[in-house]
């Protein structure tokens, strides 16, 4: 497993995502008021970016068929998505949000 930079924290919104592509994997990062979390940004049920999502209380809403997901598990909360999507552990190093894969 290997640490890798997203952004520094004061890039970050609450409620809001940054992406970064790890070879060919796309994450979405979230600052939530709890701290930030990081998912596979593709929604489990068709092909839409979870980062261009509606996200509020700590979850996202997929932008092309209303899937919801909570975002620090990963857990389907809302059809048509049957299927999680896989969480990845985030930290701050130096004021820098890392995501590690």
């Keep these: 497993m290997t640490w890798h930079d997203v ?4 890039e970050f ?5 940054k992406v ?11 600052q939530l008021v709890d701290g ?23 979850k996202v809403e997929c932008p092309l068929h209303q899937a919801c997901f909570d975002i620090r598990t990963g857990k389907v909360l809302d059809q048509p998505a049957e299927v999680d999507v896989v969480t990845y552990p985030t930290r701050i190093d130096r004021g820098i949000v890392q995501v590690e894969l």
Excluded: M, P, Q, W
Aim: charged share 25%.
């Design 36 to 58: 930030f979390f990081a998912i596979n940004d593709i929604c489990t049920h068709e092909y839409a970016l979870l980062s261009e999502g509606y996200c509020e209380d700590g």
């Design 7 to 10: 952004a520094s924290i004061a």
């Design 20 to 30: 970064v592509k790890v070879g060919e994997i796309r994450i979405a990062v979230f």
């Design 13 to 17: 919104a609450v409620d809001e995502s």
